[in-house]
């Protein structure tokens, strides 16, 4: 199972952090535990478990060993030191100071969170395994999400991209215990957003052409019609375009049980320069 490490200061949690960075070094040491780690690192026993599950914290004299381990350059090490003490602090105010301070030394100031948001849109797959949450009422079973991805992913993958959704309040837990999606249509803005989101389609036209020999035509439908137009037509076909896309968003809401997830990737384009005014 391949491990993908994300930067660490895409982490509130240095115990998440912590135990992806074990499961990535035990990709190469297939025998390394959390016991043995956990001794090197100077730790008591299987007390490292304890730790990047939440049931204990990191003890101060070992941080300058585990920060070696991470191999963290100076700022990385301060910006996880700063979320152990943000972990360790118990007063609300005390919290929420420390917090700020991580999130000034993070690329951005003041923009993590919308900086995190965006993380959304980096894999396609995310967007699926939101959905397909709908498909298996609630049920978050990694390796079943995985699979049932199309082209599937690894169920790592799969389980990132649920913890992504939780993190962002994207999904939630409903009273039976299962998850449900917070919204069910999602929306961005910004330049910043804009960005991410153009990379995100471009990797969803990308699945669109792999489309048309992944399945057959009884499961898929595309088309293309190049047509001749005004200015005129090209605002009352733009408006047409949205009015079908607004249809379909509630065609899907009244979707009682569904059995797969679509994606529908419309791109209405010019293929052509505007001709100059005919005198």
């Not at 930067?7 to 960075?21: G, T």
């Not at 301060?78 to 007063?91: D, K, P």
């Amino acid at each position: 199972m391949e491990v993908f490490m994300r930067p660490v200061f895409e982490y509130l949690d240095y115990r998440k952090y912590l135990n992806d960075s074990y499961l990535e070094r035990r990709e190469g040491d297939p025998e390394l535990s959390y016991r043995r780690l956990g001794e090197q690192l100077g730790l008591d026993g299987s007390n490292f478990y304890k730790i990047v599950h939440g049931k204990s914290h990191l003890p101060v004299r070992c941080q300058s060993r585990v920060v070696e381990f991470l191999g963290l350059s100076s700022r990385e090490a301060e910006y996880f030191q700063l979320l152990v003490a943000y972990a360790r602090e118990r007063g609300a105010k005390g919290r929420a100071e420390v917090l700020e301070r991580a999130r000034r030394m993070q690329d951005v100031a003041r923009k993590s969170l919308e900086s995190r948001e965006l993380l959304f849109y980096r894999d396609w797959w995310t967007s699926v395994v939101r959905s397909l949450l709908e498909v298996h009422e609630g049920r978050a079973v990694f390796e079943e999400l995985a699979a049932n991805v199309s082209p599937p992913i690894p169920p790592r993958e799969a389980q990132a991209s649920f913890e992504l959704l939780v993190e962002l309040g994207l999904v939630k837990r409903a009273g039976s215990g299962r998850w449900k999606l917070s919204d069910l249509h999602l929306t961005a803005g910004g330049e910043a957003k804009a960005q991410s989101v153009h990379a995100y389609q471009r990797q969803i036209l990308q699945l669109a052409v792999e489309s048309l020999h992944r399945y057959s035509k009884d499961l898929r439908d595309v088309s293309t019609l190049t047509i001749p137009v005004d200015g005129p037509s090209f605002e009352a076909i733009g408006e047409i375009l949205r009015e079908c896309r607004r249809q379909i968003q509630k065609q899907a809401e009244s979707t009682a049980k569904p059995d797969r997830v679509m994606q529908l990737a419309m791109a209405f384009f010019p293929v052509s320069e505007i001709a100059k005014e005919r005198k």
